[in-house]
C-alpha cells in the first residue's frame, strides 16, 4: 500500500514563527503536492512539485514556499506564521502517468495563535 | 478554466436507501473525474474515477458514479447506504499536467439508522 506521512497531526504556533510541515512517500511517486482544506471551500492547491528540486506554484502561493531535495519528501514552509493560515494541510503524491490518482496523508491541522 | 461544482453542502438518507451525491464540472477536452472520501480526522482516500470507456464506474466500498457528458455530469451513487457511509464526499477534475487536481467545495453525507 502507498504510505503518506505527514509528520504531525496537529501543530500550534504564534504568530510570526516559521513553520516546517513534513511529507514522506513511501512509492517512489514523481509529483507531490500541498493543499490546504477549509470548510466550504474543498481543498485548494498551494504548491506541487514534479521532482526533486522542481516546484510550481499552486492557486494560493502566497505566504508558502516549499522545498523538495529528495525525491520522498516535500516541505512546507510558511516563512511567518499569520493566524489566516489556520488550517487543514493535507499532503498528496502520484505517479507521473496521466490520470493516475493522489493518495493522501493524514492531514495536519494547524492553529496559528 | 476548469471547475466542478458540488451544489449540496450536505445529503441526508436514511439507512439502506439509496443515495446520490451530486457532481457537475466544466472542462475544456475530455474531463478526468474523480471521487475521494475524507473520514473524520482523516485524509482524502480514492474511490473511483472515470477517465474514458463505460459511462458508469464502480469504485470501492460499493460506490459506483455515472459519467453524464451532456449533463457534465458526475454523480456518485450507491444503491443502499449504511451508517459508516457517513463522511464528507468531494468530486474533482483533473487541471492540465502533472495529474493536479481541482476539488469541489464537498458535500457532508449524513446517514441516519
Known amino acids: 500500500d502507498v504510505k503518506v506521512t505527514q509528520s504531525s497531526r496537529y501543530l500550534v504556533k504564534r504568530t510570526g514563527e516559521k513553520v516546517f510541515l513534513e511529507c514522506v512517500q513511501d512509492?517512489?511517486?514523481?509529483?507531490m503536492f500541498w493543499y490546504r482544506q477549509d470548510p466550504g471551500l474543498g481543498l485548494r492547491l498551494i504548491y506541487f512539485?514534479?521532482?526533486?528540486?522542481?516546484?510550481e506554484k499552486g492557486d494560493i502561493p502566497e505566504g508558502y514556499s516549499v522545498s523538495r531535495e529528495k525525491k520522498e519528501r516535500f516541505s512546507l514552509i510558511l516563512e511567518s506564521a499569520s493566524t489566516n493560515q489556520t488550517s487543514m494541510y493535507l499532503c498528496?503524491?502520484?505517479?507521473?502517468?496521466?490520470?493516475?490518482?493522489?493518495?493522501f496523508g493524514a492531514g495536519t491541522r494547524l492553529s496559528v495563535l | 478554466a476548469q471547475s466542478v461544482a458540488q451544489p449540496e453542502d450536505q445529503v441526508n438518507v436514511a439507512e439502506g436507501n439509496p443515495l446520490t451525491v451530486k457532481c457537475t464540472y466544466s472542462v475544456s477536452g475530455n474531463p478526468y473525474l474523480f471521487w475521494y472520501v475524507q473520514y473524520p480526522n482523516r485524509g482524502l482516500q480514492f474511490l473511483l474515477k472515470y477517465i474514458t470507456g463505460d459511462n458508469l464506474v464502480k469504485g470501492s466500498y460499493g460506490f459506483e458514479a455515472e459519467f453524464n457528458k451532456s449533463q457534465t455530469s458526475f454523480h456518485l451513487k450507491k444503491p443502499s447506504a449504511l451508517v459508516s457511509d457517513s463522511a464528507l464526499y468531494f468530486c474533482?477534475?483533473?487541471?492540465?499536467?502533472?495529474?493536479?487536481?481541482?476539488f469541489g467545495a464537498g458535500t457532508r453525507l449524513a446517514v441516519h439508522p
Open positions: 498528496a503524491s502520484s505517479l507521473r502517468a496521466r490520470g493516475d490518482i493522489q493518495y
Open positions: 474533482a477534475v483533473r487541471d492540465g499536467g502533472y495529474n493536479k487536481l481541482i
Open positions: 512539485s514534479y521532482d526533486v528540486k522542481m516546484k
Open positions: 512509492m517512489d511517486h514523481e509529483n
